[in-house]
């Protein structure tokens, strides 16, 4: 078991650290097992430093940075074992045009293997779906779907109209 | 392989039948606040038999039947479908589209069916393990999943590693 | 002790009440102290229905609607005890453009007796404020701080130039 | 009465002399992800007297102090200045502008200075009480506040409600 979790941890790592690559554009990022005699016990580290900075624990990084490098994991997990479709729940909130830009990139590479659901609310992100359901409540509590064109979607994301 | 529709009925806030179609590339869902979105994704892990209520956000499993609201009574029944194109056989099926279902009722009695013939629970989780599906932390990303990820509690970290195991 | 903690949560309670009506434009909103014979030690329940639902309890609401309630008992606390100054931190990240028009609007009546600091990446936002300051890190690891005119700000809201 | 100028020096990444002036109006503060505007909001919490590490997100409160990067080297100390336009006397200290000044320097020798003169913590905590001024956290509102104040962990909520009290 000990064996199959080095094997696992150390593709998730690999993985990790090529997702980061790309979606940070520079910078350092690892994990590592703090004791490497206990493998399926001792605590997990991450630890990364983004392009010229020095940081010395996660907690000194920003919101958009700690979301960041939380979905630069997951996509490093996800490759180890992918599944052929990927849901993902508003990540894109606290990211900044250029980190949105960036991972919006990343994630059209990896579509071409993988199915995405995506929800947001941001409008570069519903651009670059090529599918484009909206949900509203017209009455109140019941959810209704309909399928919206993206020329309809104006600077109110609500102004969803059926096609 | 990938998702080739989803259909609820009497699943938290979609009170009657709603159904989505996907192709395989990026499908993006928009709406205001509270308008069932995540609601989607609950329904997503939960008809891939998602046991685990907290993940559904609620405290008991009946939360996710449809509950009513001022103008409308609760239903007794939700009912998810999922159906899969399979015709690169990644399920070991012998079906090119493949339907989970998964009901439960305000009993409490639940009932699950692969292709519209009534199985186990037990049936579609062997038959989605080591295919990558399933109702995962890292593929059903959630929309507070960032500090759990980079939680201090190490354990939460552990056990999204042992997923991917 | 009991007495003036019981007063202020009155207070608390009516201002939460106010704002709540104010944001969420219909709907009924509440909290109890689960035992009033012991109310400095016993939990606090807040119980909120938007307009026309049926909620069994918090968990059910979505990331939008608590985001919304949270800044509702906050802004409900402050006003029992109101600093001269409120500094909000993207606190709008999860509203959709109705809820954020809404919460903009509550927060232009409130600033007339208060003054707001909001960070934000929001561009509604921007525009409700009268001083806007970018922040900008040319050399990794340093902030620097620009003052910016509102016209500046393009599509990109990292497009800052100093004045 | 109203913040009017705070200035920032050896303050997490602000490792120069940083200074922004309020009118009384609503400020905004812009920029990408990481370029310090959370540790705008944090100096704030800090100078006003916040003693909890955590809430500034560090372990130690020497980690306020500008750290470095690949190109600078860190500092030994972090200041940072508050000044408040007291025209309406609601600070009982007899002047129209009040600078409240906090160091810390690596040594883990702090100073607090009040309109340039030396004084104590206490000073200052006397000072801003029951003017509703200090990091509470329904004034100084932080980035992750949603899942504290709904949190089922009913303690944390009940604090909240003892700093309004
Ligand atoms: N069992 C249930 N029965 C009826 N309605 C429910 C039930 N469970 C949840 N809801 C409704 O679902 C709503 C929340 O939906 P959801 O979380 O999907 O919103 P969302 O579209 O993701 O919004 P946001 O953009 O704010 O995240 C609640 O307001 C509640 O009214
Ligand atoms: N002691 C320190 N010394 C130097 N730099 C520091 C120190 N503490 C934090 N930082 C830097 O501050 C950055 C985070 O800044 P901050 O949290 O203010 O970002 P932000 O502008 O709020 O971003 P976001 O929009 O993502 O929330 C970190 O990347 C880190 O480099
Ligand atoms: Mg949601
Ligand atoms: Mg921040």
């Known amino acids: 078991a000990a064996e199959k979790f080095l094997t696992t941890f150390e593709l998730i790592r690999q993985n990790f650290k090529n997702v980061f690559k790309e979606i940070f554009e520079g910078g350092e990022a690892d994990i590592l097992l703090s004791d490497i005699n206990d493998p399926l016990e001792c605590p997990i580290e991450i630890s990364v ?7 010395f624990s996660l907690a000194q990084l920003s919101g958009g940075e700690r979301a960041l490098i939380s979905i630069t994991l997951l996509f490093g997990m996800y490759f180890v074992k992918p599944s052929p479709f990927c849901v993902l729940d508003e990540v894109d909130a606290p990211l900044d045009d250029i980190n949105l830009q960036r ?4 994630l059209k590479k990896f579509a071409t293997n993988t199915q995405f659901i995506i929800i947001t609310h941001n409008k570069l992100t519903m651009n670059a779906g090529n599918t484009l359901y909206g949900v509203t409540m017209e009455r109140p509590g019941v959810s209704k779907l309909v399928s919206v064109r993206l020329e309809e979607i104006s600077d109110k994301d609500l102004a969803l109209t059926r096609t | 392989m990938y998702l080739s529709s989803l259909k609820l009925s009497g699943f ?15 499908t993006v869902i928009v709406g205001p606040n509270g308008c069932g979105k995540t609601n989607i994704v609950d329904s997503i892990r939960w008809v891939l038999g998602e046991q685990r209520v907290s993940l559904l956000r ?8 449809f509950n009513g609201t001022v103008e409308m009574k609760p239903l007794g029944m939700a009912e998810v479908s999922l159906e899969f194109d399979n015709t690169g056989g990644l399920l070991a099926i012998d079906y090119d589209q493949v339907l989970i279902t998964r009901r439960l009722y305000r009993s409490g009695e639940s009932e699950y069916l692969l292709n519209k013939q009534p199985c186990r629970l037990k049936d579609i989780t062997n038959l989605i393990l080591n295919t990558g599906i399933g109702p995962h932390a890292y593929s059903v990303i959630q929309q507070n999943m960032v500090e759990a990820i980079l939680s201090e509690k190490t354990d939460d970290r552990r056990f999204l590693f042992e997923e991917a195991a």
């Open chain 1, 103 to 106: 991972f919006l990139k990343v």
């Open chain 2, 12 to 26: 938290k806030s979609f009170p009657e039948g709603s159904h989505l179609k996907f192709n395989g590339g990026i």
């Open chain 2, 58 to 65: 609620g405290d008991k499993m009946e939360e996710v039947i």
């Open chain 1, 49 to 55: 430093s983004p392009r010229g900075k020095k940081i």
